[in-house]
């Protein structure tokens, strides 16, 4: 479906733009009431938990999206359906935020979140695969942070543009708005985006079982594969990296890779940071607009700006993890998260703001290295292991950015952070104790 001058050829240059432009378009409508929570509370009559329903039935319905658009990713190709699903989710969008009762607006922002479910379900399974074809597999940690950091990107400008728009026209305005600009990225996806092998490589047609599923032939390099300027061995000694190689192909051996303990907590980093993360910027509007802040939503929606903090530390953690290794990256992120969403505690507005830009690096800094990691540890089933870290990943967004705001209700803000500090420690002990480069 790309028809681009990009489209019949590759170009590293361009698969990353097109990338970027497809984590802006998903990822801003996705979290574009975020910043307008409070007004729509207030003309809505709900409750702050209640009214983080926009957000969290939107990343349920993605977590709910994200296998099938795998399936489907297989069989009409990743580019045909990565581009129905920003197309579709961008129509929803312009037509939600004016439904006339909180159920249809709930109940729409699922549907659009199970469209928006396509970008990251098949994402990083493609570009992935792109740079592996084309030689260049010494790129995908960096072409990964490429596509976080646009992902980053869509949820400031998201919230940014909603509360802008909010402030003179109104919360409902302010989201549409979001859907209108996202168009504008979905068409630069469709015109850069380099064709993928297609829906014919989803029936598997000419190529070995589990190519066909997203993982190499079996002569493709991977990451940690010699490149052509230094000869293989004749028997190349198993890598922990990728802990399938010699498995059984197939479907049971894709199932069996998707259950290797280094993947599973992969997912679990998705779940418990992405959690976290969404419950410090589901209610911290609400603890600004009140006192001793008393922002506007304008300014509540600037506060967002943190954004460009995880912009900058995802691109930058592809350079990071070449160095000193994955693992390292992701513990010491975990961290600097840690650190972030103990400064938001103060009763001084700066030191909350920059307590924020820490957590926001920290967690896009992690992200980055989590969703990197776990298609390239997945040969056999990239696509199908890319989806159950996304399904992780938004369940926690879903399940943990509601339950955050029962401890805003029984503790204020101190209850929020206390539940995001748990599941912190909880993913960086993980971390600590499974995965090894």
């Known amino acids: 479906m790309s028809i681009g001058p990009g489209a019949g050829r590759f170009d590293e240059r361009r698969l990353l733009v097109a990338l970027f432009g497809a984590g802006t378009a998903a990822f801003a409508q996705l979290y574009a009431p975020q910043s307008v929570l409070p007004d729509a509370a207030r003309e809505l009559a709900t409750s702050a938990s209640a009214t983080s329903l926009l957000v969290s039935a939107a990343t349920l319905g993605l977590a709910v999206g994200v296998l099938p658009w795998a399936w489907v990713a297989d069989r009409v190709g990743r580019v045909r359906a990565m581009t129905a699903a920003m197309l579709g989710a961008t129509a929803i969008g312009l037509v939600v935020p004016f439904a006339p009762s909180f159920e249809l607006l709930v109940a729409g922002r699922a549907a659009q979140g199970l469209f928006v479910a396509g970008v990251p379900a098949v994402a990083m399974a493609y570009l992935t695969e792109m740079l592996i074809e084309s030689g260049a597999a010494a790129a995908v940690p960096r072409a990964a942070g490429t596509y976080v950091a646009g992902t980053s990107m869509g949820g400031l400008l998201g919230r940014i543009v909603s509360g802008g728009v909010a402030e003179v026209f109104g919360w409902r305005a302010g989201v549409g708005a979001v859907a209108v600009a996202c168009l504008v990225a979905t068409g630069a996806f469709i015109w850069l985006a380099p064709r993928d092998r297609g829906p014919w490589t989803a029936a598997g047609a000419g190529l070995p079982d589990g190519a066909a599923h997203g993982s190499p032939a079996p002569d493709s390099p991977t990451p940690d594969s010699p490149t052509p300027d230094s000869p293989a061995p004749d028997s190349p000694a198993p890598d922990p990296a990728f802990p399938e190689r010699g498995a059984p192909r197939g479907r049971l051996g894709r199932f069996r890779a998707l259950l290797n303990p280094r993947l599973l907590v992969l997912d679990a980093q998705g779940l418990l940071l992405m959690g976290g993360f969404v419950a410090v910027y589901n209610y911290l509007g609400f603890r600004l607009a009140a006192p001793p802040f008393d922002l506007s939503p304008g300014l509540v929606s600037l506060v967002f700006l943190a954004y460009l903090a995880g912009t900058w530390s ?41 307590g924020l830009v820490v957590l926001t690096a920290g967690f896009f800094g992690a992200h980055a290295v989590a969703s990197g990691w776990t298609p390239v540890a997945a040969p056999q089933a990239r696509t199908q292991a890319a989806a159950v870290y996304n399904l992780a990943y938004y369940a926690g967004s879903s399940l943990f950015g509601w339950l955050g705001g029962i401890g805003f209700a029984l503790a204020g803000w101190p209850g929020t952070v206390g539940m995001v500090l748990t599941l912190v420690a909880v993913a960086a002990g993980l971390a600590a104790a499974v995965l090894r480069d």
């Open 314 to 354: 995802s691109a930058r953690t592809g350079r990071l993890v070449l160095r000193d290794g994955r693992r390292r990256v992701l513990i010491v992120s975990t961290g600097v998260m840690a650190l972030g969403v103990v400064a938001t505690l103060s009763a001084w507005l700066p030191l909350v703001l920059a």
